[in-house]
């Protein structure tokens, strides 16, 4: 069996205000871009996961892995032996490990079927979670496990994912957001929710890691119809209209910024 652990990005990421249990009160607007980690998985004696590819350094423990979590997460008979190949950057607002998790239910779904209560069991991995396993363009509120159907006028959509190799953890982001809630998320077809809106975790996002800011110029120089970070970055993605656009933008950049990781897809 093999499943692709879909890039996530946010179209549009408001955050509305701290909770009294710590966490964050958003709105945002889920897509999926279709590449990303792969995952392939055989039956076993028991659990097993192997890492490789160009981002398995930043998984050396393989027990502290959210993949190997989510196994521990689904009853079934038997054990999945599986093998990751980490092509996305890890803490780059990709969603990547929740990617990862989500890939590991659809492929205990293949095999065995899934629990009545998996959107709770997938919850308590991580916030982007739930949305990961189904992996289509969904709206969420609350942390994000709050979920339902999202327009899917952009499927198909060419998107360019650019990080500058630096790697940032969400909770920092959160601390140095300054609590100013900035209003909803708007309604509409995708592309309206995308151009109104905004991800209110940039600013914070930059002023952490400066290199966002660059990436973000860079994007806002090409032919896209927007440009701006995914989740609490540091990767920026750019969307155009034309196969083109993209392919332009991405030689462009690579000839540039070299050092720059990029990935091209469509959203699903």
Known sequence: ??????????????????????????????????????LSARSGERDELRVFGEFAGALSDPFANIAMQALGALPRPGGL?????????????????????????????????LPDDWRARAAKLGADVPACVESVTCIGRGTGTELEPGPGDLAGTHVLLVNPRVPLSTGPVFAAWDGADRGAMPQGSAREIALAGRNDLEAPAASICPPI?????????????????SGSGATCFALYDDAQGLREASDRLAREQSDWWQMQGRIR
Request: charged letters at 25%; glycine letters at 10%.
């Open 1 to 38: 069996m093999i499943e692709t652990a879909y890039a996530k990005i946010n179209l549009a990421l408001h955050v509305r205000r701290r909770r009294d249990d710590g966490y964050h009160e958003l709105e945002t607007l889920f897509a999926f871009v279709d590449a990303g980690d792969v």
């Open 81 to 113: 032996e599986i093998e990751l190949e980490k092509n996305l950057p890890v803490a780059a607002g990709l969603g990547g490990g929740s990617a990862d998790a989500g890939a590991v239910f659809r492929l205990v779904e293949q095999a065995h079927g």
């Open 213 to 229: 800011a660059d990436v973000l110029a860079a994007l806002s120089g090409t032919d896209a119809w927007l440009a701006r970070m």
